[in-house]
């Protein structure tokens, strides 16, 4: 059975750091391109970042630019999101969705809601004072 299971979500400060875990179950990540997406309250969930399979590539959304950082380690079919200088408006439930990548497409065009099938349950981000 397939399954991805995000963990690390949390309540933080503003300013704090957090960082998320993507684990695959059922398959391995190796040849799958990975990325981290998050839905707020009353809002269509967007793209924060993904990375190619070989995670020589990366894309990041421009709102968290500089301030997250994808990683994976494939040995421990494992993918991450570093997340820094977290702000208010960062809040929302953080899912990972893995999708085989596509040789007609970057990894910034994969990086929509609609181009990956297999999604974990979401952890929860808030940011609050």
């Known amino acids: 059975q397939v399954q991805l299971v995000e963990s690390g979500g949390g309540l933080v400060q503003p300013g704090g750091s957090l960082r998320l875990s993507c684990a695959a179950s059922g398959f391995t990540l190796d040849y799958y391109v990975i990325g981290w997406f998050r839905q707020a309250p009353g809002k269509e969930r967007e793209g924060v970042s993904c990375?190619?399979?070989?995670?020589?590539?990366?894309y990041y959304a421009d709102s968290v630019k500089g301030r997250f950082t994808i990683s994976r380690d494939n040995a421990k079919n494992t993918v991450y999101l570093q997340m820094n200088s977290l702000k208010v408006e960062d809040t929302a439930v953080y899912f990972c969705a893995a999708e085989p990548p596509t040789w007609s497409r970057t990894v910034q065009a994969m990086c929509v809601t609609a181009a990956f099938d297999s999604w974990g349950q979401g952890t929860q981000v808030t940011v609050s004072s």
């Open positions: 990375i190619s399979s070989s995670g020589d590539s990366t």
